[in-house]
T-cell receptor, first 113, second 113 residues
Framework: TQLLEQSPQFLSIQEGENLTVYCNSS?????LQWYRQEPGEGPVLLVTVVTGGEVKKLKRLTFQFGDARKDSSLHITAAQTGDTGLYLCAGGASGGSNYKLTFGKGTLLTVNP | NAGVTQTPKFQVLKTGQSMTLQCAQDMNHEYMSWYRQDPGMGLRLIHYSVGAGITDQGEVPNGYNVSRSTTEDFPLRLLSAAPSQTSVYFC????????????FGPGTRLLVL
């Protein structure tokens, strides 16, 4: 069973601060996705990274995939109250005909005004 | 496009009752899946389908049945509801096994008494 550990589980910061969320595993994934979920809604994909060492930027969000494709990080610069939500990482099964996503337990981010 | 739709939004069941959670997508996606989300547990895969007529078990399949008679629909059946099945259920779809972006529905909140 492939496991993804996310840290921290909870994070409460003030608007304007920077933060980093981590997603770690002992398993290799073919891809790593980050989702954001708001209360009462389903997760929405933010980004997919597929190459070891890959860095992607989405406005104030920076995503990095580890060189060995076992870990990833999400960095938010100058957080805003609109960034509040549950951030989930998900690893794609490596190879095979039956594709599955393994989700981490999530990081609940609260950005206070 | 409506995307991924789920019905009902909320449901209360008594132990032992059966019900079907509906999921439909209008994006002609091959791959569909069902997850449950519980506090502190993240999203766990129940069943998935890689195309009409093909289904397979995920991480937590016990107590649930699925079928995929059409590309559009992927219902989840609870045969005899138990309190342990109280959860939020999400249906997701993606274009194919190769493209891994998952589109989630809004969820069904189920309470089993």
């Amino acid at each position: 069973t492939q496991l993804l550990e996310q840290s921290p589980q909870f994070l409460s910061i003030q608007e304007g601060e920077n933060l980093t969320v981590y997603c770690n595993s002992s398993s290799v994934f073919s891809s790593l996705q980050w989702y954001r979920q708001e209360p009462g809604e389903g997760p929405v994909l933010l980004v997919t990274v597929v190459t070891g060492g890959e860095v992607k930027k989405l406005k104030r969000l920076t995503f990095q995939f580890g060189d060995a494709r076992k870990d990833s990080s999400l960095h938010i610069t100058a957080a805003q109250t609109g960034d509040t939500g549950l951030y989930l990482c998900a690893g794609g099964a490596s190879g095979g005909s039956n594709y599955k996503l393994t989700f981490g337990k999530g990081t609940l981010l609260t950005v206070n005004p | 496009n409506a995307g991924v739709t789920q019905t009902p939004k909320f449901q209360v069941l008594k132990t032992g009752q059966s019900m079907t959670l509906q999921c439909a997508q209008d994006m002609n996606h091959e791959y569909m899946s069902w997850y449950r989300q519980d506090p502190g547990m993240g999203l766990r895969l129940i069943h998935y389908s890689v195309g009409a007529g093909i289904t397979d078990q995920g991480e937590v399949p016990n107590g649930y049945n699925v079928s995929r008679s059409t590309t559009e629909d992927f219902p989840l059946r609870l045969l005899s509801a138990a309190p342990s099945q109280t959860s939020v259920y999400f249906c997701a779809s993606s274009y194919s096994r190769v493209r891994e972006t998952q589109y989630f529905g809004p969820g069904t909140r189920l309470l089993v008494l």
